[in-house]
């Protein structure tokens, strides 16, 4: 099995700056594709970045410029560095991965529990 978790969150507030970390374990031969996800209360779940095995990059319109994503597979890591934040930011923030945990295995997608961030003067 494969467990992701996610840490980093907190409050902060307007035009300050937060890294988020993804850290998967377990048994893992590769990880492909990872993405983060937010969710604010009464909104649906909005893809905020992705970042695959090539390291090739894709964020929402709404975080262009601000919001970095990057990777650290010999930690099994990934991060969401988050700068000039707004309250429109604030949401649960959760990471995906597709994980193979072995070389003939298949990629299965796992979540985390999400952690909170919070924009707030």
């Known amino acids: 099995q494969v467990q992701l978790v996610e840490s980093g969150g907190g409050l902060v507030q307007p035009g300050g700056s937060l890294r988020l970390s993804c850290v998967a374990s377990g048994n893992i031969f590769r990880i492909n594709e990872v993405a983060w996800y937010r969710q604010a209360p009464g909104k649906e779940r909005e893809l905020v970045a992705t970042?695959?095995?090539?390291?090739?990059?894709n964020y929402a319109d709404s975080v262009k410029g601000r919001f970095t994503i990057s990777r650290d597979d010999a930690k099994n890591t990934v991060y969401l560095q988050m700068d000039s934040l707004q309250p429109e930011d604030t949401a649960l923030y959760s990471c995906?991965?597709?994980?193979?945990?072995?070389?003939?295995?298949?990629?299965?997608?796992?979540w985390g529990p999400g952690t909170q961030v919070t924009v707030s003067s």
């Open positions: 970042i695959t095995s090539e390291t090739r990059r």
């Open positions: 995906n991965a597709g994980v193979r945990s072995g070389w003939a295995r298949p990629s299965i997608n796992y």
